[in-house]
Structure formats: C-alpha cells, structure tokens
C-alpha cells in the first residue's frame, strides 16, 4: 500500500479562507477587526521564523497583529507587565507568547497570567481543565489542526484506536483528550513506554510528538493506519550541499507511507494547519468577546 498524502499545507489554506471570509464579516457588519498579539523574548532563530510567519498570515486574514519583541534577560515582572496590557487591551483577543521561554523566566506563571479567553494557545490552567472536562474552551492549535485533518480523512474516529507518542502539555496531553472527546480508545505512549513498536503497532490512528527525527519506522505502522506526524526536526544534509539542513518529522516517512493508509509530510503537513487553527482561534476568541456567533467548524 502507498498512503494517501494528507496535504496540511492545502487543508491550512482552506481554514485560512474561511477565517477570512469571518473577518470580514465582522468588520462589516459590526465594525470589530480581531487582533493577535504575539509575545517573543530572545533571539531564539526559529522562534523568529514562526513569529515572522504567524504576522504575515494574520495579515492576510485581514486581522490585526501586535508583535512585542523583548530582550533574552527580560525580567518576569517586565514581561507580566506586557501580557497585563494586552489582557487590558480591547483591540487584542488573541494572545501566545512564543515558547521555550528563557531558563529564567517561570513559564507555567507566564501562561497563567494570560487572560483565559484571550489565551489562543489553549495553554492556560483553565482552558486545559475546560478541555479536559469536556466543556468549550480554547483548544491547542497544534491538536487541533491534527483532529480536523483527521475528521476530514475519517468524518468518524468514533472506536479507532488511537496512540499518542508523547505526554508534552502543549501537544500529546490536548491531543489524547480531543481523541478521547471523539471517542477514541486512547493510549498514551512516552520515553517509559514498554515496548513501544507493539503498542503503536495496535493503533489505527499514530500521532508522533517526540521531537526525534525519524524515530518512528514503517515496521512500527499497522496497514492502512493513519499517520500523523507533529514533528519539527531540522537536520543536517550533506547531500544538498556543505552546512545545509533539512526539516524532517518525527516519523521515517518513506517506510511509512509504504504501510500506511494515509500520512502527513513534513513540511506540509501539521506545522501549516498549526498557524490556520491558531487563526481560528482568534476569531472564535473575537467572536466570544463580543456576544457574537462564533463560526461553525473553526474549533474541536
Ligand atoms: N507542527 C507544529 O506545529 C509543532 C511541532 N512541534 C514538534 O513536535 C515535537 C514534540 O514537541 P513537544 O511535545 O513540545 O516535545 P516535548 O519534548 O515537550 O515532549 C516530547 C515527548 O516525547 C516523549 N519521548 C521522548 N523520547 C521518546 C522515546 N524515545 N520514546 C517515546 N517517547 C519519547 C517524551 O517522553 P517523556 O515525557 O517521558 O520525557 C515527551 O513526552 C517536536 O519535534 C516539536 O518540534 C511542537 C509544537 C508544534
Ligand atoms: N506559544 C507557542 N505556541 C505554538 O504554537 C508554538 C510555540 N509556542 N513554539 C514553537 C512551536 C512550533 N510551532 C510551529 C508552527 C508552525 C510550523 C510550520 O508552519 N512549519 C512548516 C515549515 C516551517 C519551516 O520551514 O521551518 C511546515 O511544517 O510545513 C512549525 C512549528 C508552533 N509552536
């Protein structure tokens, strides 16, 4: 079997079109343009490449963007004072401060200190207990994008089994409850897993969140599973030329489209849909703000 190629570069252009088509209305008919404030703190390379991305597409969506760059040695007084202006600012509904933060600044204290409703990470203590109780919330971007390439491949995940590799808060945890929410049999594998290729032989849907590049073989793939691969590993390639680098996921890719039944690339596949939901997010965050309808299909 060859897997079909689940194209999250496409799929992310279609949810980017539909959050525009909502911005719009809502500058239309009620005069409301949705802002998104992004918080960096250091130089961190590709944390300045994402930033830089996030802008431009918010952009396009017709919305607003606020960019605070702040220096490395940024105080954590400093940088509560900076998300307390936002959380007091009427024109941001949405809020991410770009993670790593720097070793100095507490991160769990940071995200808590984002207003929950602004909080389009879906980081914060309360959206995360929302979530995980079933009640709406803001929902992670990164799972998020992951469930709607899934709901658009499957429509139902109702009885698969699903495997999670990787317990991250900011991925494996929100992705095994949206599973769960759709009423998968979910596992959750990690670095203490027994015998990992078995358990993820069992499942009919693998989510890769690891953050090793290629761990994953095709030998560890049922046939026909659907591949989901979150993974974002820059590695060397010598065969491209002396210092040059290749993005690679989590999942060896040419051994796994050969069992699988559909897969994601990377790049192309959930790093794309990633930026789109974290879109959505600002409009439903927009719309919440303001009594409004929020739109159908932009969240889990
Ligand atoms: N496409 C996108 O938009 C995004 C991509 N990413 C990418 O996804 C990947 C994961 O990110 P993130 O969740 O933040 O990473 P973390 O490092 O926070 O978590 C990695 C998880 O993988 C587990 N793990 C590590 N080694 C093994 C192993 N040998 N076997 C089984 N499990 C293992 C860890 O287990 P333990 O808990 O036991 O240590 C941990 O739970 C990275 O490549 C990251 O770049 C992340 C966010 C967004
Ligand atoms: N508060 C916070 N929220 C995040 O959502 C967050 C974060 N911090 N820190 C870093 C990770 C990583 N992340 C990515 C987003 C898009 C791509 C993406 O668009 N990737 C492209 C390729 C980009 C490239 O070429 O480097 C693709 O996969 O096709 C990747 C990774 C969001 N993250």
Avoid at 33 to 54: I, M
Avoid at 106 to 133: C, R
Avoid at 187 to 209: M, Q, W
Avoid at 269 to 289: D, Q, S
Wanted: hydrophobic content about 40%; proline content about 6%; glycine content about 10%.
């Amino acid at each position: 079997m060859t897997a079909q190629v689940i194209d999250g570069k496409a799929f992310a252009a279609t949810v980017r079109e539909k959050v525009a088509g909502h911005v719009a209305r809502l500058k239309e008919e009620h005069g409301i343009t949705p802002g998104l404030a992004v918080v960096l703190v250091g130089e961190d390379p590709a944390s300045q490449v994402y930033v830089r991305s996030k802008g431009k597409q918010t952009v396009e969506a017709g919305m607003n963007s606020y960019e605070h760059k702040l220096e490395a040695d940024t105080s954590e007084a400093d940088l509560l004072a900076v998300v307390d202006q936002l959380n007091n600012d009427p024109n941001v509904h949405g809020i991410l401060v770009q993670l790593p933060l720097p070793g100095h600044l507490n991160e769990d204290l940071i995200i808590n200190s984002i207003a929950p409703e602004k909080d389009v990470d879906g980081f914060h203590i309360s959206n995360v207990g929302l979530l995980g109780t079933g009640q709406k919330s803001m929902v992670p971007c990164t799972p998020l994008g992951c469930l709607m390439m899934l709901r658009d491949h499957h429509g139902s995940l109702s009885g698969m089994d699903a495997v999670v590799i990787g317990r991250s808060n900011i991925v494996g945890k929100p992705m095994a409850q949206l599973l769960l929410g759709d009423s998968c049999t979910v596992t959750i594998a990690h670095s203490r897993t027994k015998d990992l290729p078995e358990v993820v032989r069992r499942a009919d849907i693998v989510v890769a969140a690891v953050g090793r590049p290629e761990m994953v073989p095709g030998d560890w793939i049922k046939e026909g599973a659907t591949v989901i691969d979150v993974g974002i590993n820059r590695i060397d390639a010598p065969e491209k030329g002396e210092g040059k680098t290749r993005l690679v996921g989590d999942v060896h890719y040419e051994s796994a489209a050969a069992v699988a039944g559909a897969i994601t690339p990377v790049p192309g596949g959930v790093g794309p849909m990633t930026i789109a939901c974290l879109l959505a997010n600002t409009v439903t965050a927009c719309c919440r703000a303001n009594g409004l309808a929020e739109p159908e299909g932009l969240t889990a």
